[in-house]
Nanobody, 112 residues
Framework: VQLWESGGGLVQPGGSLRLSCAVS????????MAWYRQAPGKEREWVAR??????RYTDSVKGRFTISRDNDQNSIELQMNNLKPEDTAVYYC????????WGQGTQVTVSV
């Protein structure tokens, strides 16, 4: 099972990025998929998760980030708007099936 993220990059404060997480094999169904992030010198933290159509967010990203899931593609995305310097981190895709799976991460840097 592989998860791989894409869409990270450098963006100015107030900008937007869209992260994607693809899964292989696509036929493996995950009950819950989520995004985590880890900033330099900090522990990895949960950002958002989606289970069926129920989406939840950590307080610091509410109103700015949107998680969505494409069941046909077995993938998730994270639309990030109004990005702030404190959003700078490596973002990881996380999925639960028979066990937890992690992607390798994609770097998001918010800076002038």
């Amino acid at each position: 099972v592989q998860l791989w993220e894409s869409g990270g990059g450098l963006v100015q404060p107030g900008g937007s990025l869209r992260l994607s997480c693809a899964v292989s094999p696509r036929t493996l169904w995950f009950t819950t998929m989520a995004w985590y992030r880890q900033a330099p010198g900090k522990e990895r933290e949960w950002v958002a998760r989606i289970n069926d159509n129920d989406a939840r967010y950590t307080d610091s990203v509410k109103g700015r980030f949107t998680i969505s899931r494409d069941n046909d593609q077995n993938s998730i995305e994270l639309q990030m708007n109004n990005l702030k310097p404190e959003d700078t981190a490596v973002y990881y895709c996380h999925a639960l099936a028979d066990r937890f799976y992690w992607g390798q991460g994609t770097q998001v840097t918010v800076s002038v």
